[in-house]
């Protein structure tokens, strides 16, 4: 019997997703779980930004796995996992960062510019440290794959550092994780702005109802200023940037973008086609979470039987770390 190679990934409970959670990441969750063993993490020891407001994260939790279900995640199949409920995901941590060089947070480009969002404000230990729990994330599980956006690529190097350091220096225990970015490695805002990003509120919720998705495109940010029939650059348009990310028919909007460049579209058009996209592609969403909104008891078993399966393979290899890494104490006599 050939055992399925696992994935591993995860989100911070900070809040409903969006649609930069779903293109670059979640979409692609969907269409391997049939393939992989995976493990879709509620990354909540990584929320120190949010220290402040604790009532919001245990919030988060809930949002996140409703967001999993109206996506089609299926709970059955796959593993979703409360970090905090499996405390293995701190004491590895706690291993790894002997490991790691200081150097290498310190280089780290994404948490760089995650940590100047800071600005006056002082970063806490554990903002600064939360890639190492990223590392000891995916090794836990001992993943093979990590289907992320753009911004998680670096955290996955140093993964893949790390897991080579310690298979050649004490013992074969993990395999070198792979980094699958989305369609979409990186969602421009409603605003224009390069990330779609809650803390940005810039966002289309994957939860927004109809009415609030068609008031916030009408509202959104169509490039710089054009008349209806000048010709544009598509790519300076975050409409048509969308449109291309999800409208089903990419023939049609093949065509569009020639128009665009040649002679120009108006962003009415384009913003009203936009609206029927999303909303067809939101509404078996929609119907999803409001089902299991109201029997809220189904999420809480999907959370608790998930943790509760993560949790014997991060015992399992915890004793496969100990033993590389000799720590047998008590053996001894
Ligand atoms: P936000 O930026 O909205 O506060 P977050 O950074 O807290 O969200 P994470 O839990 O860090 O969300 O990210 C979850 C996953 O979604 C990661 O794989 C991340 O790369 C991806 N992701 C988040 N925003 C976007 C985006 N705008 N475009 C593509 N992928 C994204
Ligand atoms: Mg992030």
């Not at 990441?25 to 063993?37: D, I, M, P, S």
């Not at 990223?134 to 289907?147: E, F, G």
């Not at 070198?176 to 919720?205: C, F, H, T, W």
């Amino acid at each position: 019997m050939t055992e399925r190679k696992r994935i591993l990934t995860g989100i911070r409970p900070t809040g409903a997703l969006h649609l930069g959670h779903y293109a670059g990441a979640l979409e692609n969750w969907v269409r391997l779980q049939g393939e992989y063993e995976c493990y879709f993490l509620i990354a909540d020891y990584q929320v120190s930004d949010y220290a402040d407001d604790i009532a919001r994260v245990r919030e988060s939790v809930w949002e996140v796995a409703l967001d999993w279900l109206a996506v089609g995640l299926d709970p059955e199949s796959s593993h979703y996992v409360i970090e905090s409920l499996v405390p293995e995901h701190a004491e590895l941590t706690q291993w790894l960062g002997w490991f790691l060089p200081l150097g290498m947070l310190q280089r780290n480009p994404t948490l760089k510019a995650e940590m100047s969002e800071f600005g006056k404000k002082s970063v806490p230990v554990a903002f600064f440290t939360y890639p190492v729990m990223q590392v000891a994330n995916i090794l836990l599980p001992r993943a093979h794959l990590v289907p992320v956006g753009e911004d998680q690529l670096p955290h996955i190097e140093l993964t893949r550092e790390v897991a080579r350091r310690f298979n050649r220096d004490f013992k074969d225990v993990f395999p070198e994780p792979e980094g699958l970015v989305g369609r979409v490695p990186r969602l421009a805002g409603i605003d224009g702005q390069a990330k779609m990003s809650k803390s940005l509120n810039n966002a289309i919720y994957l939860k927004d109802d109809a009415a609030t998705v068609a008031d916030k495109i009408r509202r959104m940010f169509g490039g710089p200023p054009r008349g209806a029939d000048e010709p544009g650059n598509p790519d300076d348009n975050p409409i048509m940037l969308y449109l291309r990310a999800f409208d089903p028919d990419a023939d049609e909007v093949a065509g569009m973008e020639e128009q665009y460049r040649t002679r120009g579209v108006g962003n009415k058009v384009l913003k009203d086609r936009l609206t029927v996209a999303l909303n067809d592609m939101l509404d078996p969403f929609r119907d999803r979470r409001a089902r299991y909104a109201s029997n809220m008891r189904l999420v809480r078993d999907a959370l608790a039987a998930g943790t509760e399966a993560h949790r014997s393979i991060a015992r399992e290899t915890m004793v496969m770390v100990r033993d590389a890494l000799d720590l047998g104490y008590l053996e001894k006599y």
